[in-house]
């Protein structure tokens, strides 16, 4: 069974930095996508950052130059280093992967980019409060 496991959440100020990890376990796939998304009250989930096992990323626009994303293979785990904080970036954060070739500038640019992931974390929560 597949399971992903988001932590790192918590609340920080303006400014400030949180790295989230998603440890997953369970998965068969070698080569596969990997992706973060967040999500606020009343609104759809949007794509934050996604990677492919080659290294390549994309990002949405609003967190380029802030946000990072990796992974540590051997640990199986999924990484969110996010700097510079600001209140838009409060939001439940959630990973996800999935094998299935896809278009990762469609992921985190529009507005269906969450739409057709198999394996999905409960999320962690992220406040940017001063």
């Known amino acids: 069974q597949v399971r992903l496991a988001e932590s790192g959440g918590g609340s920080v100020q303006p400014g400030g930095s949180l790295r989230l990890s998603c440890a997953v376990s369970g998965y068969p796939h070698v080569n596969t996508y990997m992706a973060w998304f967040r999500q606020i009250p009343n609104k759809k989930r949007e794509g934050v950052a996604v990677?492919?096992?080659?290294?390549?990323?994309a990002y949405a626009e609003s967190v380029k130059g802030r946000f990072t994303i990796s992974r540590d293979s051997a640990k199986n785990t999924l990484y969110l280093q996010m700097n510079n904080l600001q209140p838009e970036d409060t939001a439940m954060y959630y990973c996800a992967v999935d094998p299935r070739s896809r278009n990762i500038e469609r992921v985190v640019s529009t507005p269906e980019g969450w739409l057709d992931w198999y394996h999905w974390g409960k999320g962690t929560a992220v406040t940017i409060s001063s």
């Open positions: 990677m492919y096992t080659d290294g390549e990323t």
